[in-house]
T-cell receptor, first 112, second 115 residues
Framework: QQQVKQSPQSLIVQKGGISIINCAYE??????FPWYQQFPGKGPALLIA?????SEKKEGRFTISFNKSAKQFSLHIMDSQPGDSATYFC???????????FGGGTRVLVKP | NAGVMQNPRHLVRRRGQEARLRCSPM?????VYWYRQLPEEGLKFMVY????????ESGMPKERFSAEFPKEGPSILRIQQVVRGDSAAYFC?????????????FGEGSRLTVL
């Protein structure tokens, strides 16, 4: 049972463009939604995170939008740069839970 | 301030051999998590440990896999009698407190190849 579904699997965007990655979850007990960035050969690193009491969170060029009723959240990368080329994972956890449940990942390639 | 340290970074085993993966959490972190990443897939939770205790092993295969986090020393993920399907990247993560914010710090992974 895949509890967090992520799309698209891959994305190509021109430098300066907007990258948009979407995730949908099933478990209404989830209440913490982080995004992780992973470069080839490296471990994932926390990028930005949101709780369902807010509908949007922005940190620099990265924005999370959250729709609690639709059980969906998305990552927007504004003014995408070649250095943003990486795999992005959404994830979810419960407040009292012991683990993060990850989406399948989106490989983003930013062309110069 | 060293991050999460995993070794070996790369490990090659033949079918039937044993694989031992080690993880030293960040300084001050007492919670350790192991995740497995198959090629072109996301990370799958395996086990969550605190010092000397397995808290949640709901993602661990029932056979051949075990994990420990002793009072002294690193956490160990042990895979006995490896099969080709065990080939994957195994990531360790640590946190200072019980996971309630999603702020895990990951190591760079151990990549197991089973011939």
């Amino acid at each position: 049972q895949q509890q967090v579904k992520q799309s698209p699997q891959s994305l190509i965007v021109q430098k300066g463009g907007i990258s948009i990655i979407n995730c949908a979850y099933e478990n209404t007990a989830f209440d913490y939604f982080p995004w992780y960035q992973q470069f080839p050969g490296k471990g994932p690193a926390l990028l930005i995170a949101i709780r369902p009491d807010v509908s949007e969170k922005k940190e620099g060029r990265f924005t999370i939008s959250f729709n609690k009723s639709a059980k969906q959240f998305s990552l927007h990368i504004m003014d995408s740069q070649p250095g943003d080329s990486a795999t992005y994972f959404c994830a979810a956890s419960k407040a009292a839970g012991n683990k993060l449940t990850f989406g399948g990942g989106t490989r983003v390639l930013v062309k110069p | 301030n060293a991050g999460v340290m995993q070794n070996p970074r790369h490990l090659v085993r033949r079918r039937g051999q044993e694989a031992r993966l080690r993880c030293s959490p960040m300084k001050g972190h007492s919670h350790v998590y192991w995740y497995r990443q198959l090629p072109e897939e996301g990370l799958k939770f395996m086990v969550y440990l605190q010092k000397e205790n397995i808290i949640d092993e709901s993602g661990m295969p029932k056979e051949r896999f075990s994990a420990e986090f002793p009072k002294e020393g690193p956490s160990i993920l042990r895979i006995q009698q490896v099969v080709r399907g065990d080939s994957a990247a195994y990531f360790c993560a640590s946190s200072r407190e019980h996971l309630n914010t999603g702020e895990l710090f990951f190591g760079e992974g151990s990549r197991l190849t089973v011939l």
